[in-house]
């Protein structure tokens, strides 16, 4: 069953952004390699100082920014198949990601902490994630809500998820 009060779109506008932000930063880091000897040698100092910058700064904002951006991705994905694909077994997870279960534990907290998912809790073993009480039971009062929904042109009861009225095509 998903969780009705979680959805990734925002995680996934960050990620986004962060990819597109760093691949700009790359195509000027690449062209600034070749700048900073163009420069030189033409003597247009301000561009080379900008290349130079470019370049070395280049070096470690983009080892650092697309190691966390593919740390992000992963996260996600752990995220979406724990609250998606209810994998909610931390060795069934740490398989499934090729990761030690050990490793696989302290990312699970990690995306907690950074509330990629919320509503759950590790059990008393740490082996297995858990519906807190309280997510349980905001997903029953708004699965509830969306099934009391009644067409406005109709009465028809509507269908969770679906575009149209399914007795007279009405657009929701
Ligand atoms: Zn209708």
Redesign the pocket.
């Known amino acids: 069953m998903i969780y009705l009060n979680m959805n990734f779109d925002s995680l996934n506008k960050r990620i986004k952004k962060i990819g597109i932000i760093l691949s700009v930063y790359s195509v000027l880091f690449i062209i600034a390699i070749p700048g900073v000897v163009l420069s030189a040698l033409n003597g247009i100092w301000a561009l080379l100082g900008v290349c130079v910058l470019l370049v070395f700064s280049g070096i470690y904002v983009l080892t650092i920014g697309w190691s966390f951006w593919a740390k992000m991705i992963i996260n996600r994905n752990i995220a979406v198949a724990i609250v998606e694909d209810g994998i909610t077994n931390i060795k069934t997870l740490a398989t499934a990601f090729g990761k030690w279960e050990r490793i696989m534990r302290r990312d699970v907290a990690q995306i907690m902490r950074k509330r990629y998912i919320t509503g759950y809790v590790f059990n008393e073993k740490r082996t297995e994630l858990v519906r807190t009480e309280r997510s349980k039971r905001e997903e029953a009062q708004k699965a509830e809500s969306l099934q009391r929904k009644k067409?406005e042109?109709?009465g028809?009861a509507l269908i969770i998820g679906a575009k149209a009225?399914c007795?007279?095509g009405?657009m929701i």
Do not use: E, Q
Request: hydrophobic share 25%.
């Open positions: 067409c042109s109709c028809a009225c007795h007279c009405v």
